[in-house]
C-alpha cells in the first residue's frame, strides 16, 4: 500500500545523512534541498548537529515526529531503525537506499524480512531496499542523477533498477523526453512496480495526473496485479511501454512436451503484455522511442507519408515501416502533380516525398498541408529534417513545431543532426516537442505500437464444458500423465472432436481393435512420451498381419503399457496445447503441428482465460497461417473450428486447474472439421 506520507510527505529525515554529497545519504539530502522540499526536513546523524544547513539530530529518540525516512546507513542497523521509528515517531513511509539485503545474502534477506514486518505493523509503505529513491514533485528521494525538471504530462516511470532509471533518463532528456514521477523499487520488499501500477490506477486522475506509464522489470511476481491494473490505466487512456529483462529461461528446454520445450516464463511475459496491452521494449533506446511516440497523438491508421530532404534515411525508414506491417503508399494524382509544381524541380512527391537538400521552411509547410488536407489516405507523416552544416535550420524547426500544433493528422520529427544542428534541436526541444534521431528506431516503434492490441476484455465468455465429468476424472487420478481412456473422457466433456481410439495389450484385443476401426489404420505405442522418437508410430496399417506383427514389436518398447489403434485420416496438421507457467496460470499454445512444431516453432500464445477474439487475432499473426487459410489451390482449415477447439482448452483449465500440460498434436484439419488425433494430458496436484 502506497500511503500518503510517500507521496505527500510533511516532513522526511535522511538517516544517515551526510556533508560527503559522494556518498548516498549525502546526496540524497541535497537533492531534496536543492528540489526545494516544502516541508520540514532533518537529519539523523549520530556525529553532527547540521548537516548541509539541515538540523541534524544525534540520537533518534531526540528527534520530533515524521512522516518519511530515507534511511542510507548499513543494512545490519536498519531493521531496529525502521521498528524504531514505526513504533515511535509515527513514520508510514520508508525509503532504504542501503544495499546488503535479500541481493546479496541469506542473512541479508532476514534483515529485509525484519524490515518488512516493522512496516506492515504500522500499515506503512516501504520503496526498496537496495534502490536509488523516489522522485515526485513534492520530494527528490533520490540519490542520482540526472533529475529532470519534471513536468505533470511527462512520464510515470517505475523501475526495477535504480541505474537502469538513470541511464533511460539520461537517453531521454536530451530528446526531449520529459518525467513526472520516477519510483525506483530496487529489491521490492515490499511494494514493487505491480503495486505502484495498482495505486496509479486506483487513484488515477484523468484531469491531471499522467497517462503515459513506462516500465523496467526484472521480474514480475504479481502478474495477475500487474494485468488488472495495467489493463484498466489503458483502459482509462493511458499508455504503457515496458522493458522485461531475463527473458531467457533454459529451464524450459527440459519440459517433457513440445508445449513445455516451447513454453518459458518469456513467453508469459508476452502474453501477459499482450492481453493487459502493454506496448514490449527490448532495451533503453526502444523504450525511449516507444515513450517519445507516446508523446505525440495517436497513430490511427497505418498509412504513412514520409516527408523528407534526404533519400537515404527515407528508404532505411520506408523498409523499417513496411516490414513492420505499416505501408507508405504511393501518392499520385492531380493533388500530387500539383504540390509538384510548388518545390525545385527534381522533387518527388510519389511517397517518399523528397523535396531535395536544397528545400526550404515554406516548401515543408506546404507539403504537410497537402498531406492534411488533400491526401485523404494518408494517416501520419514522418519528417526528416537534418543540416550538413552550411545554414542554420531555425526557420524549418519553427515552422514544423507551427504544423504539429494544428495538424489533424500526426506528425513524427526526425532531426538527425544532434551535433551539427544542436542549438535548433536544443531550440525546438524548449518549445515543449520531443523528436526522434533515428528513423528506423521510429519506424519500428511505430509498428509495434499500432499492432499491439488493445486490453483484452475482462470478463471472458468460454463454451460450456461437462465441468462434472472432467472434475471426477481430475479428482480420481494421481499426478502425472493420464491414460489415453481417461484423456478420452476430458475432451469429450470439453467437447473437442476426437478420432475413434482403441487400446490393446494382447494380439488378440490388437485384431478386435483393428477390425473394429478399419484399414486403413494409425498404430501408436502407449506409455513412452515422444512415441515417434521410440518407433512408437506407424501409419497406414492394411492387414492383420502387419497388426500382429506391430503389435508385438511396440509392447516391446521400454515403458510401452498398450497399443492405441485409430483410423487413418488426413488433412492438415495443426497443434494446441497448454503449459502452466508459475505465477502467470495457463498459457494456451497454438499453431502448426507435427514436425512443424519442432521445426518452424510458430506458435502463438495466449493466456487463459482466453476469448475468441484474442485467439483468432493470434492465429492471424502465424507466419504459417497463410497454410491455415489455404494456399495455391490447397483447402484450408476451418477456422472457426480451430478457434473452438482452443477456446474449449481455456474452459477445460478453468474447470481443471491441475493440468500442468496439455497436448493436442497433431489435430487434423479440413475445410469441414477439425479433430484430435493425439492427445496427453499431465497432471501437478
Avoid: W
Avoid at 524480512?113 to 514533485?137: A, F, M
Avoid at 506491417?325 to 510519389?350: M, Q, Y
Amino acid at each position: 500500500m502506497i500511503t500518503k506520507e510517500l507521496i505527500q510527505p510533511h516532513s522526511i529525515v535522511v538517516v544517515g545523512g551526510s556533508k560527503d554529497i559522494h556518498k548516498p545519504g549525502g546526496k540524497v539530502l541535497k537533492n531534496l534541498v536543492d528540489g526545494g522540499f516544502k516541508g520540514d526536513l532533518f537529519v539523523l546523524n549520530p556525529k553532527e548537529d547540521e548537516v548541509q544547513g539541515v538540523k541534524s539530530y544525534r540520537d533518534m529518540e531526540s528527534m520530533p515526529q515524521v512522516d518519511l525516512a530515507i534511511i542510507a546507513i548499513a543494512a545490519k542497523y536498519t531493521p531496529d531503525t525502521v521498528e524504531f521509528l514505526a513504533q515511535h515517531k509515527g513514520t508510514r513511509a520508508f525509503i532504504i537506499l542501503s544495499a546488503g539485503f535479500s541481493e546479496e545474502s541469506h542473512e541479508g534477506k532476514l534483515l529485509e524480512d525484519k524490515v518488512v514486518e516493522s512496516v506492515n505493523k504500522v500499515n506503512g509503505s516501504l520503496i526498496g531496499p537496495n534502490c536509488v529513491g523516489v522522485l515526485t514533485p513534492y520530494h527528490h528521494s533520490i540519490f542520482t542523477q540526472p533529475i529532470p525538471k519534471l513536468d505533470p504530462q511527462g512520464c510515470d516511470f517505475v523501475s526495477g533498477s535504480g541505474a537502469t532509471a538513470c541511464f533511460i533518463m539520461e537517453a531521454g532528456i536530451p530528446k526531449g523526453l520529459t518525467f513526472a514521477n520516477v519510483y525506483s523499487v530496487g529489491n521490492s520488499a515490499q511494494m514493487g512496480v505491480e503495486e505502484i501500477i495498482q495505486h496509479m490506477d486506483e487513484n488515477f486522475d484523468p484531469e491531471n495526473d499522467p497517462k503515459i506509464k513506462l516500465l523496467y522489470l526484472e521480474k514480475i511476481d504479481k502478474p495477475e496485479l500487474l494485468l488488472k491494473h495495467a489493463s484498466s490505466l489503458i483502459k482509462k487512456g493511458c499508455r504503457i511501454a515496458a522493458v522485461k529483462a531475463g527473458a531467457s529461461d533454459a529451464g524450459s528446454r527440459a519440459a517433457s512436451s513440445h508445449t513445455g520445450a516451447l513454453a518459458s516464463s518469456d513467453v508469459a511475459v508476452e502474453a501477459l503484455f499482450k492481453k493487459a496491452g502493454i506496448v514490449r521494449c527490448y532495451g533503453r533506446e526502444d523504450l525511449i522511442s516507444v515513450a517519445s511516440v507516446f508523446m505525440h497523438p495517436e497513430l490511427k491508421g497505418k498509412n504513412i507519408a514520409v516527408i523528407t530532404h534526404a533519400g537515404g534515411p527515407a528508404v532505411m525508414l520506408t523498409d523499417a515501416l513496411e516490414q513492420g506491417g505499416l505501408s507508405v503508399p504511393s501518392i499520385e494524382g492531380a493533388d500530387a502533380d500539383t504540390l509538384k509544381e510548388e518545390l525545385f524541380p527534381g522533387s518527388s512527391v510519389a511517397n517518399p516525398i523528397d523535396f531535395l537538400a536544397t528545400g526550404t521552411a515554406e516548401q515543408l509547410g506546404t507539403i504537410i498541408d497537402y498531406v492534411n488536407d488533400k491526401f485523404t489516405h494518408i494517416d501520419a507523416m514522418v519528417v526528416i529534417f537534418g543540416t550538413p552544416g552550411l545554414f542554420e535550420v531555425y526557420d524549418v524547426y519553427k515552422l514544423l513545431d507551427e504544423k504539429m500544433k494544428t495538424s489533424r493528422k500526426p506528425i513524427f520529427p526526425v532531426l538527425p543532426s544532434v551535433l551539427t544542428a544542436k542549438n535548433e534541436v536544443d531550440d525546438f526541444i524548449s518549445k515543449g516537442r520531443v523528436f526522434f534521431p533515428d528513423e528506423v528506431m521510429l519506424g519500428k516503434a511505430l509498428c509495434r505500437i499500432y499492432h499491439t492490441p488493445k486490453p483484452a476484455a475482462e470478463q471472458v465468455v468460454m463454451p460450456d464444458v461437462d465441468k462434472a465429468a472432467i472434475r471426477q476424472v481430475i479428482d480420481e487420478s494421481e499426478e502425472g500423465y493420464l491414460s489415453p481412456q481417461k484423456v478420452a473422457v476430458l475432451l469429450d466433456a470439453s467437447g473437442i472432436n476426437r478420432a475413434l481410439e482403441l487400446v490393446a495389450q494382447t494380439t488378440d484385443e490388437a485384431m478386435a481393435a483393428a477390425d473394429e476401426v478399419g484399414f486403413p489404420l494409425v498404430m501408436k505405442v502407449v506409455g513412452p512420451v515422444h512415441k515417434s522418437d521410440v518407433g512408437g508410430v506407424v501409419l497406414n496399417v492394411n492387414s492383420m498381419k502387419q497388426v500382429i506383427a506391430e503389435t508385438e514389436r511396440m509392447m516391446e518398447i521400454k515403458d510401452a503399457t498398450g497399443v492405441l489403434f485409430q483410423p487413418m485420416l488426413s488433412g492438415i496438421e495443426l497443434f494446441a496445447g497448454v503449459k502452466k507457467e508459475r505465477a502467470f496460470g495457463h498459457m494456451i499454445l497454438f499453431g502448426l503441428g507435427g514436425i512443424f512444431i519442432e521445426v518452424l516453432k510458430d506458435v502463438r500464445t495466449v493466456l487463459a482465460p482466453a476469448s475468441k477474439e484474442e485467439i483468432s487475432r493470434e492465429l492471424e499473426q502465424l507466419a504459417s497461417y497463410k497454410i491455415i487459410e489455404g494456399v495455391r489451390g490447397q483447402e484450408g482449415v476451418n477456422q472457426t473450428l480451430f478457434v473452438d477447439v482452443i477456446s474449449r482448452l481455456s474452459a477445460l483449465v478453468a474447470a481443471a486447474p491441475e493440468i500442468s500440460e496439455m497436448d493436442l498434436n497433431p489435430l487434423l484439419g479440413t475445410a469441414d472439421s477439425v479433430i484430435a488425433v493425439d492427445a496427453r494430458i499431465r497432471l501437478e496436484k
